[in-house]
């Protein structure tokens, strides 16, 4: 508590950060108008894969029951025209080595927007999810029939209560809380120095006395880790309850996540502080730079 640089870095800058995305962000996520996603569906083979497709594709909602897919049905040449000229943000194909299987074929420019680039993930992603659905089902009718109508059941319920969230600047909120655990790598750095008889006072005295080192740095390593783990929680409350951020999507893993992430910043910051003699300024830099470089590689700057 008494260390005030480390408790603004810990505590008041996540919160700051997360004041300026929200104001930053707000009014763009407003706007936004999310609107479904054009494919071209080539009908050429696979009537039976077809019409399973076609089902799909109505039951599959965006948000109060408009359809997240607005499909063409064509030949596999028009498709091919559709998407060449941005029409359709993809094509779906039906394999003719096994009928009840979806195959997906995209092509993504480096002119294509933002929008077209996150159609073409939510493609993808129902490829993925329709074939394992397929798959499953299959697998079951060969092998445990008797299990079929349940696995039906529950696949429906599935469906029903999983949500599309388009809003792409929630990402920026959930780097920011890896940041804030990132840089509980302070904390840990601390503790490593002040258990070192040649980098700080205090470990000099701490490596005179009769208590056993493991016993000393075990528990200030458990305390610390607690300790941040609190102050990450109350950036996580502020972002959740006073900016109105959804991140509590499964809220015991969520929180799980924090504590996971309070604890290997800290264990990555005890590690650079015990490599080498550097003075604490250098292992500060090494710290701060690598947590910003994971920090740029996850998104936290660039979406």
Not at 82 to 100: F, N, P
Not at 182 to 204: D, M, R
Not at 241 to 261: E, R
Request: some cysteine; hydrophobic content about 45%.
């Amino acid at each position: 508590l008494r260390n005030r640089e480390q408790m603004f870095w810990i505590l008041l800058f996540p919160i700051l950060l997360g004041i300026m995305f929200k104001v930053a962000f707000s009014n763009i996520s407003s706007s936004e108008i999310q609107k479904p996603v054009s494919i071209a569906v080539v009908e050429e083979n696979n009537s039976d894969a077809l019409k399973n497709i076609k089902t799909f594709l109505e039951k599959t909602e965006l948000k109060d029951g408009v359809a997240l897919f607005v499909p063409t049905y064509c030949t596999e040449e028009k498709a091919v025209s559709l998407l060449k000229e941005q029409t359709v943000d993809g094509i779906l194909y039906t394999d003719d080595s096994a009928s009840d299987t979806v195959t997906l074929s995209l092509t993504v420019s480096s002119s294509s927007s933002d929008t077209v680039r996150m159609n073409q993930s939510i493609l993808q992603a129902f490829v993925k999810q329709y074939n394992s659905l397929v798959s499953a089902i299959a697998d079951t009718a060969k092998n445990h029939p008797e299990n079929l109508e349940a696995l039906l059941q529950s696949l429906s319920e599935q469906v029903t209560y999983t949500k599309h969230n388009t809003d792409t600047y929630t990402q920026y909120f959930y780097n920011l809380m890896a940041m804030a655990c990132l840089f509980t790598s302070l904390s840990g750095l601390y503790v490593s120095l002040n258990n070192q008889g040649n980098l700080s006072a205090i470990g000099a005295r701490r490596n005179v006395s009769p208590v056993h080192k493991m016993k000393v740095i075990v528990a200030e390593l458990f305390s610390n880790v607690i300790f941040q783990f609190i102050c990450n929680l109350v950036s996580f409350a502020f972002i959740v309850l006073v900016l109105k951020i959804d991140l509590t999507y499964h809220l015991p893993l969520a929180i799980l996540t924090v504590f996971v992430g309070c604890l290997t910043g800290t264990a990555m910051g005890f590690f650079v502080g015990a490599i080498g003699a550097f003075s604490e300024g250098t292992k500060q830099g090494i710290l701060v730079s690598g947590s910003l470089l994971l920090c740029f590689l996850s998104g936290l700057m660039v979406g």
